[in-house]
């Protein structure tokens, strides 16, 4: 029995340290994969013209948009500026307000910008923005370079059929953003499992849990 238990050990070690390896991997794949879109995303290219233009909410202090959320909400407001698409719709949780309220000031008429205001994370940003819009049109999705992956992949998981990406911002020189980002699209692949597995849950039970 003794003999057994010391063969057991070394397998059962092996396999952690085999799990561990492949965690690894998996993490440092992903932070390359961050830190190649926030380096080389094109900033200057146009995507193609689209019906709408979501301009994914980012933080603010104190009711003052931080440099991400006026970034976003200026490139967005370019893009509609330039003829690539009718209208704008701002998405996020408090935020979202000031953002509308910059795009305005750019001189972006009113009739073309629309409001999500519910929203608290980037599943729900595509969730609750897939609810009043047109999923089968072409969309452009704003955001920071190092963002738009795991947003590409969030807006077609709830059903958008044609999501084109530009990046709002200059690279981003500071590690923390971009450490979360890694830890952020894990994540949302979890959620997006348990997401799917509870198909037959409440829809606001459902929607809840991506916040």
Known sequence: ???HLALIRPIKMRRVRRVLRLMVIFYAATLAM?????????????????????CLGGQSHQ??????????????????????????LVTGSGTGTLMVDHILALGVPAEAVSLEAMSRSTLQNALFSADISDVEQPVIVVTDAYHLPRSWVSFRAMGFQDVRLSSSSSMVDRPKPLLREVSAIWFNALRLLVYS?????DPDIRAALMA
């Open 1 to 3: 029995m003794a003999v």
């Open 34 to 54: 961050v830190l190649l879109c926030n380096w080389f995303w094109p900033r200057d290219t146009l995507p193609a013209p689209a019906a709408q233009v979501i």
């Open 63 to 88: 009711g003052v948009l931080a440099s991400d959320s006026t970034s976003r909400a200026e490139r967005c407001a370019e893009l509609l500026l330039a003829g690539l698409a009718d209208e704008i």
């Open 197 to 201: 597995a509870l198909f037959w849950v």
